[in-house]
């Protein structure tokens, strides 16, 4: 194709775009009418979800979320979270003071925008996948769903009693090894598998639950008890039958299986048995008799494999024990990198000392509190008119390793009470030093009528775990956020933003329970990353930069499990021979449907869990919230003789707030997408912002996630090809 053939094919897309509009405004009033007719019809007392769903079109799943009353209704036992996925950001807690002390406890006069107060018991899971956005009118009504407060902690002595240890539940050093389970790793597209014995090429047909055990296991021995799929998804190959990705996975996971198998039910004291229905990375349990146990599970849970053939992968997961094996002697590589963090922290619990006994597990009144007020990753697109409809670039800065660079200073122990009445009684100084100690407040916060740059703090937003960042001038609201946010709040670059205190939890400063093993993390890191560049072997260098991902992962996920979401069963079962929807256990929700089967969930509440630690996957995220606004590059001083690993120091700023006010196009948790290029000197320490992605001409602004997704792709090709 030659230049002009290119320009004619634009103006050709340029005249399809202007006819596809009009009927796309047509097609949205359809809907709004389908929806309105559903919604009425659903009055009807012996209306029912199924017959609904056969006449509009839609699935079960759609028709309950416009008529509620249709479906089971959602337990009232409090906040649900999904598996915590969200990608690494983190921040530093502003350690110098930047103008005068500011006002603790000065009251605010100003209304609370009505808006503001769309708060939510979630938070949020991070950023949301095409995969899990159903473009559905289900979708659109969650996008309308009224907003609940945060909660608050009560007044008086009844709130005073949720500051305390829960009874007998302290985290201690574990007194046993983890069980070795054999791995074999499989491209279903092209049937490659490789284990430990060696390497074969299956032929599994459309790579069924059934087609896949019965080629592996007529191949390896009954040992190999976890098969990695390193390529084709095969719980994928019929999405297009389904709405929801969801659905694909369940029915997948519950086709019929070959003689003998069955879905696994317990291991021992293993009773996490049964799948996760995961749109992009499920896991399917299955045993056969009493003794033969096999997961099946995604390799895209410890990183992205790109491309890479079964064999360097497995190659990378050897590269990754031996690494972790010179930090921890008794490392065993789990199914996942969320328990193989938790299980490698555990051994770094101290045995003497101040918290030989263990570290104390908070009060299931404060755990739910944190839980329910402490999101995640920033997700936001920012859209006309806040940025103009056309921008001259696009530019990707994402921080690397993030959350490796915030873990050596956490909340730990039973923190104190700090209401509006007891920060009035401290003096000046004591008010100043509560913002550098570890905290979670919450406040009422007021915009500067001249702000003109993005928002600072999260408030919660209609829709389930959903938080938005206020940035309108003058405007007020009342949220919870953790003190490195406030901090960033009071002593940001351009302006200090108006807090009154209303409440807060603060601990003590000083104490280090990730240290040990986030240093130990981040060494394994710099490692795999120096074997990445400096092997003679191209597939082992490629076999080390997937190992190094992994080891994010590990940190990433790890902290992840600290947050400890309240306990969901699930479950499925299979429709009535009418095709009508079966009965469910009391207190479940939908949460997908198939041609076969409906699966459920059921929140179980807060299990007494020994490592629930909410206080610091709380820290960590407030900490990588603020870092994407205002931090330092790191700038190396040296290197340590001993380990090999880099010495750092501050570098020049960097962050949203160091960028031109209007030039902020999104954040995705630990990255900023900009139209300005900064020079922001990259050492490649955890918490850089590293170009990721560029594009040096003018876009059109995008509006929605599927255009940003696509300039995201675009972008980091762009640069791929730029740098060959």
């Known amino acids: 194709m030659d230049a002009?053939?290119?320009?004619?094919?634009?103006?050709?897309?340029?005249?399809?775009?202007?006819?596809?509009?009009?009927?796309?405004?047509?097609?949205?009033?359809?809907?709004?009418?389908?929806?309105?007719?559903?919604?009425?019809?659903?009055?009807?007392?012996?209306?029912?979800?199924?017959?609904?769903?056969?006449?509009?079109?839609l699935s079960v799943i759609d028709v309950v979320a416009l008529a509620p009353h249709l479906g089971p209704q959602a337990p009232a036992s409090g906040p649900t979270n999904d598996d915590l996925s969200t990608p690494e950001t983190v921040t530093q807690a502003i350690t110098e003071p930047v103008g005068t002390t500011p006002d603790l406890g000065t009251p605010l006069v100003s209304a609370e925008a009505s808006d503001a107060e769309a708060q939510h018991e979630r938070p949020s899971p991070g950023p949301a996948t095409a995969e899990q956005v159903p473009t559905t009118p289900a979708a659109q009504t969650a996008k309308e769903m009224p907003a609940r407060e945060l909660p608050s902690i009560p007044a008086g002595s009844e709130g005073d009693r949720w500051f305390?240890?829960?009874?007998?539940?302290?985290?201690?050093?574990?007194?046993?090894?983890?069980?070795?389970?054999?791995?074999?790793?499989?491209?279903?597209?092209?049937?490659?598998?490789?284990?430990s014995g060696g390497t074969a090429r299956l032929e599994l047909?459309?790579?069924?639950?059934?087609?896949?055990?019965?080629?592996?296991?007529?191949?390896?021995?009954p040992t190999i008890e976890r098969i990695y799929v390193t390529g084709g998804d095969p719980w994928h190959r019929d999405a297009g039958r389904y709405d929801f990705l969801k659905d694909a996975v369940s029915a997948w996971l519950n086709a019929p299986l070959p003689e003998g198998w069955q879905v696994e039910s317990s291991r021992g004291k293993d009773r996490q048995a049964g799948h996760l229905v995961h749109p992009r990375n499920p896991v399917g349990r299955w045993q056969r008799g009493t003794d033969q146990?096999?997961?099946?599970?995604?390799?895209?849970?410890?990183?992205?494999?790109?491309?890479?053939?079964?064999?360097?992968?497995?190659?990378?997961?050897?590269?990754?024990?031996?690494?972790?094996?010179?930090?921890?002697?008794?490392?065993?590589?789990?199914?996942s990198p969320s328990q193989t963090g938790r299980d490698l922290w555990t051994r770094t619990i101290p045995e003497r000392g101040r918290w030989a006994e263990g570290y104390p597990v908070l009060s299931q009144e404060l755990r739910g509190l944190l839980h329910a007020t402490a999101g995640q990753g920033r997700t936001e697109l920012i859209t006309p008119p806040r940025v103009p409809e056309q921008v001259p670039a696009w530019y990707e800065l994402d921080r690397t390793f993030a959350y490796a660079r915030h873990c050596s200073i956490s909340p730990t122990g039973v923190p104190r009470r700090m209401?509006?009445?007891?920060?009035?009684?401290?003096?000046?100084?004591?008010?100043?030093?509560?913002?550098?100690?570890?905290?979670?407040?919450?406040?009422?916060?007021?915009?500067?009528?001249?702000?003109?740059?993005?928002?600072?703090?999260?408030?919660?937003?209609?829709?389930?775990?959903?938080?938005?960042?206020?940035?309108?001038?003058?405007?007020?609201?009342?949220?919870?956020?953790?003190?490195?946010?406030?901090?960033?709040a009071l002593r940001n670059p351009i302006m200090p933003w108006k807090v009154e205190f209303l409440d807060g939890l603060v601990w003590e400063k000083n104490q280090r329970p990730l240290q040990e093993w986030s240093t130990k993390l981040k060494s394994v890191w710099n490692h795999l990353l120096r074997w990445s560049t400096s092997h003679g072997d191209?597939?082992?260098?490629?076999?080390?930069?997937?190992?190094?991902?992994?080891?994010?992962?590990?940190?990433?996920?790890?902290?992840?499990?600290?947050?400890?979401?309240?306990?969901?069963?699930?479950?499925?079962?299979?429709?009535?021979a009418d095709g009508s929807t079966p009965e469910i256990p009391d207190g479940a929700r939908l949460?997908?449907?198939?041609?076969?089967?409906?699966?459920?969930?059921?929140?179980?509440?807060?299990?007494?869990?020994?490592?629930?630690?909410?206080?610091?996957?709380?820290?960590?995220?407030?900490?990588?919230?603020?870092?994407?606004?205002?931090?330092?590059?790191?700038?190396?001083?040296?290197?340590?003789?001993?380990?090999?690993?880099?010495?750092?120091?501050?570098?020049?700023?960097?962050?949203?707030?160091?960028?031109?006010?209007?030039?902020?196009?999104?954040?995705?948790?630990?990255?900023?997408?900009?139209?300005?290029?900064?020079?922001?000197?990259?050492?490649?320490?955890?918490?850089?912002?590293?170009?990721?992605?560029?594009?040096?001409?003018?876009?059109?602004?995008?509006?929605?996630?599927?255009?940003?997704?696509?300039l995201q792709k675009l972008g980091r090709q762009n640069l791929e090809a730029e740098a060959l």
């Not at 791995?183 to 049937?191: E, R, V, W």
């Not at 590269?319 to 930090?327: D, G, P, R, T, V």
């Not at 010495?647 to 954040?667: D, E, W």
Request: glycine share 8%; aromatic share 10%.
């Open 4 to 57: 002009k053939s290119y320009n004619d094919g634009l103006t050709d897309l340029r005249q399809l775009r202007d006819e596809i509009r009009p009927l796309e405004r047509q097609l949205k009033k359809l809907q709004t009418a389908r929806d309105k007719k559903i919604a009425e019809l659903g009055t009807y007392e012996k209306a029912k979800a199924d017959r609904l769903a056969t006449s509009a079109g």
């Open 164 to 195: 305390r240890q829960e009874p007998n539940l302290v985290s201690k050093p574990p007194n046993f090894k983890q069980a070795v389970r054999q791995m074999a790793f499989l491209d279903t597209a092209t049937g490659v598998l490789v284990w």
């Open 205 to 221: 047909g459309r790579a069924s639950v059934a087609e896949i055990l019965t080629a592996v296991y007529a191949t390896v021995p």
């Open 293 to 335: 146990h096999t997961e099946i599970r995604s390799v895209g849970e410890w990183f992205d494999p790109q491309g890479a053939p079964p064999e360097i992968i497995r190659q990378a997961f050897v590269e990754l024990w031996k690494a972790l094996h010179e930090k921890w002697r008794d490392v065993v590589l789990m199914g």
């Open 419 to 488: 209401t509006t009445t007891a920060i009035a009684s401290l003096s000046d100084k004591e008010k100043g030093d509560l913002l550098y100690a570890p905290s979670h407040w919450q406040v009422r916060v007021t915009i500067p009528q001249e702000w003109e740059h993005v928002g600072l703090l999260p408030a919660p937003a209609p829709g389930e775990r959903s938080w938005h960042y206020p940035y309108e001038p003058g405007r007020t609201f009342t949220t919870w956020a953790g003190g490195a946010e406030i901090n960033m």
């Open 538 to 576: 191209e597939s082992m260098r490629w076999a080390f930069r997937l190992a190094a991902r992994a080891v994010r992962s590990i940190l990433l996920y790890g902290i992840g499990t600290f947050a400890q979401r309240p306990k969901m069963t699930t479950g499925s079962v299979e429709l009535n």
């Open 591 to 710: 949460t997908g449907i198939t041609d076969t089967h409906v699966t459920w969930q059921r929140d179980g509440g807060f299990a007494r869990d020994p490592y629930a630690h909410p206080e610091w996957a709380a820290a960590v995220w407030s900490a990588a919230r603020a870092a994407l606004l205002s931090t330092h590059q790191s700038v190396v001083i040296g290197q340590d003789d001993k380990t090999g690993d880099v010495k750092v120091g501050k570098g020049v700023p960097a962050g949203a707030l160091h960028l031109p006010a209007g030039s902020v196009l999104a954040f995705r948790t630990d990255a900023i997408y900009t139209t300005g290029r900064p020079d922001w000197p990259y050492s490649g320490q955890p918490g850089d912002y590293l170009l990721k992605g560029a594009l040096d001409w003018e876009q059109n602004t995008p509006t929605s996630d599927e255009e940003f997704y696509t």
